[in-house]
């Protein structure tokens, strides 16, 4: 429909034609809206005006056709019209929650998606029409990630049936070869859901107050060891792996990291449900006030997250700088990478043939070397000035560049441009990082400990061998990362370990394993905040919700993993962490080993893993316990 087919009908108000008005405002909302659609999440601060200013647009064009919506119909105005409005207000409320994390854009974009679903706006004539066909599938596959992402469930299921029938029928309609990205799309969210199944999500993965520690009650750690208290603001989370599940550009690992890392909403997940898999069930409730529901004045907010998904290296290093920039003082920045990787090989001390290069030669490779911005590498000791042979010194820089171990995020034998080295972390250690890496060549990011600019960083590696959990399918393709699980869903993390799936499980008897984990995590954060010689880098992040509890949760994972039976003494199974915790958290104390004794044994699974005797047979004297 054209505005002169519109403007016969004036409006009651003056001379100008209601239609005029209305393709005025919709003009004026088409360009502003073409500004903000393709401008970054991560660079916030920046662009928050241009948000204000379409929204401002957008919500004068909704309130006017809702004025009008009798004049503008029977001026020829669509239903499809009245929903793109809708649709592109709901994408501008996702946007602003991805670049903010603030759960009320979020609940939001939800309303409007659903409103539009209940009003069918995109249903009349789609089937005729080959560009509405295509509006509403895109209408479908985006309310489908803020249902994700949301965690209603039942919407989701909902949603892939209509997608799916949809899609069947605009086939059968339409060409077959214009639909083959929609089946993929079908295909790849059913694969998605089929991995992210009822069963993990038994419980929240966001932090619940009803399950979780409030962080007012969170032991306090003694002054002169946490010299500040941090706060997590910002996460950057990536992941690149071949044939990985995700949905769009979320990636199975990446979504359970992002839901780990939001406020649960006043814990309605939770008491709504019983403890299954959906949240807030009523589908019918399209004017319940979401933004109340989900939002709590009393917790802090919702770290911001930016999830990148297969980034370039250029792209990788600008967000993190940026983010970096914007960092508050009191701010720690989180960074996830998980991707396949390579621990490097270098020369035997000979020169006489390769060999696999060691964590030790690379941190030791690390620390006597600077990075600078400009690339080159100079010893510690002497600058390239003072070096009686400039090249010596060039030629170390390409030996450390080619055989330091990185990760792999782009195809293999691109070169270094789409790797992810330790170098490229190490600038941007002036501000505090924690970071996790998920990857077979974690142990080369060890080179970062010791090599900071300014802030010592936290790291979380996960083992360079996955005990595999699948059957048919290796595990990363099934469940994606045990070790993401394991800091996510760490109960789940446990039962895959030991090959019981949500349909093996009793749901009294997993309620009781909760509650005893729990317990465990609640007794490792303390045995941290009291211990003596906690190093200050774990110190200052202790009072955080978030980061407290990836750590205890590591904690627990590095426990079960040194004493399941397939992986006891094999260190390329065992996660580690820089810098070292206490011995009061090692898995071989008789704390850590009890706690694994107790969920081992209400899953009929003690054989499963190695006790040392006085902790199999309590009665026995505890001397020698710990080793």
């Not at 957008?58 to 009245?82: D, S």
């Not at 985006?142 to 039942?154: G, T």
Request: aromatic share 10%; hydrophobic share 35%.
């Amino acid at each position: 429909m054209s505005p002169q087919q519109m403007n016969n009908n004036n409006s009651s108000g003056g001379n100008i034609p209601v239609s005029e008005r209305y393709w005025t405002l919709v003009d004026k909302a088409d360009k502003k809206f073409s500004k903000i659609r393709d401008l970054p999440y991560y660079e916030r601060n920046r662009y928050d005006t241009y948000f204000y200013k379409v929204f401002k647009v957008y919500t004068q064009l909704w309130k006017f056709q809702q004025e009008n919506r009798q004049k503008l119909v029977e001026a020829g105005l669509k239903r499809w019209e009245i929903g793109e409005i809708a649709s592109r207000i709901a994408q501008l409320y996702y946007g602003q929650y991805m670049r903010t994390s603030e759960a009320s854009y979020l609940s939001e974009a939800y309303i409007f998606y659903e409103a539009i679903l209940t009003r069918e706006y995109f249903k009349d004539g789609s089937f005729q029409d080959f560009n509405l066909a295509n509006k509403q599938l895109r209408f479908l596959a985006r309310f489908l990630m803020v249902c994700l992402v949301l965690n209603r469930r039942e919407m989701v299921h909902q949603l892939v049936n209509q997608l799916k029938m949809l899609v069947d029928e605009c086939r059968r309609t339409f060409q077959d070869t214009d639909f083959k990205e929609w089946k993929l799309v079908v295909q790849e969210i059913v694969r998605f859901l089929k991995a992210d199944t009822a069963f993990m999500n038994i419980r929240p993965l966001r932090y619940s107050l009803v399950l979780d520690p409030h962080p007012d009650v969170l032991p306090q750690v003694a002054a002169p060891v946490a010299r500040k208290n941090l706060r997590l603001r910002d996460a950057v989370l990536s992941s690149y792996h071949h044939n990985e599940v995700k949905f769009s550009e979320l990636t199975l690992d990446t979504f359970r990291m992002l839901q780990c890392l939001e406020w649960e909403p006043s814990g309605s997940f939770y008491l709504s449900t019983g403890g299954k898999s959906g949240q807030n069930g009523a589908l019918g409730s399209s004017r319940i006030n979401h933004s109340q529901d989900i939002t709590d004045p009393t917790l802090p907010p919702n770290p911001r997250k930016a999830v990148l998904y297969r980034p370039s290296l250029t792209h990788f290093i600008a967000v993190l700088a940026t983010i970096c920039e914007e960092l508050p003082p009191d701010g720690v920045l989180l960074v996830y990478l998980s991707a396949s990787g390579t621990t490097g090989r270098t020369l035997s001390p000979s020169g006489s043939g390769p060999c696999i290069n060691t964590a030790e030669n690379i941190t030791r490779d690390f620390q006597s070397h600077t990075i600078h911005s400009d690339g080159t590498s100079t010893s510690s000791m002497s600058s390239p000035s003072d070096s009686p042979n400039p090249s010596a010194s060039q030629n170390k820089e390409n030996f450390i560049r080619s055989h330091t171990g990185c990760l792999q995020f782009g195809n293999r034998g691109s070169g270094g441009l789409n790797c992810i080295y330790p170098s490229d972390l190490i600038p941007f250690t002036r501000r505090p990082l924690f970071v996790i890496i998920e990857s077979d060549a974690s142990e080369v990011f060890k080179a970062i400990s010791g090599a900071e600019k300014g802030e010592r960083a936290a790291l979380l590696l996960s083992p360079s061998c996955s005990f595999p959990i699948g059957t048919s399918d290796s595990s990363r393709h099934s469940f994606g990362s045990l070790f993401t699980v394991f800091l996510t869903a760490p109960l789940q993390a446990f039962c895959l370990l030991l090959g019981i799936s949500g349909s093996d499980v009793e749901m009294d008897i997993y309620k009781h394993a909760e509650s005893l984990l729990s317990s465990s995590l609640n007794d490792w954060g303390l045995a941290l905040a009291t211990s003596d010689n906690l190093d200050p880098v774990w110190a200052q992040i202790l009072r955080d919700p978030f980061l407290r509890r990836f750590l205890l949760r590591f904690i627990f994972c590095r426990a079960v993993l040194s004493l399941f039976v397939q992986t006891f003494n094999k260190k390329e199974f065992h996660p580690e962490c820089m810098p070292a915790l206490p011995d009061s958290v090692s898995p071989t104390i008789t704390a850590s080993q009890t706690a694994v004794l107790q969920l081992a044994k209400m899953f009929h699974a003690t054989k499963r893993f190695v006790f040392t005797e006085a902790v199999s047979h309590p009665d026995q004297k505890n001397s020698g316990m710990e080793s």
